[in-house]
């Protein structure tokens, strides 16, 4: 896979989650541990910590970013 697109499985895996944990910070009114769970995080810490780590926010940093934009 990686030959053709330049991403591993794994990095395409996580550009997924990402998007779809992105919408529904954006969409939805689950707290941050419950959308964690949603996507099967082993707790809202580590999700917190992936998060970051791929976006450079905290989940609620971005939700709040988000919510305010749409105002």
Do not use: C
Request: charged residues 30%; positive net charge; aromatic residues 12%.
């Amino acid at each position: 896979m990686k030959d053709t697109s330049g991403k591993t499985a794994g990095e395409w895996i996580d550009e997924i989650v990402l998007m779809a944990v992105k919408g529904m910070l954006k969409s939805s009114n689950l707290t941050i541990a419950q959308v964690a769970d949603e996507f099967h995080f082993s707790n809202a810490s580590f999700f917190g910590r992936y998060f970051k780590a791929r976006t450079g926010q905290t989940p609620l940093e971005y939700r709040s970013l988000k919510l305010k934009k749409k105002d």
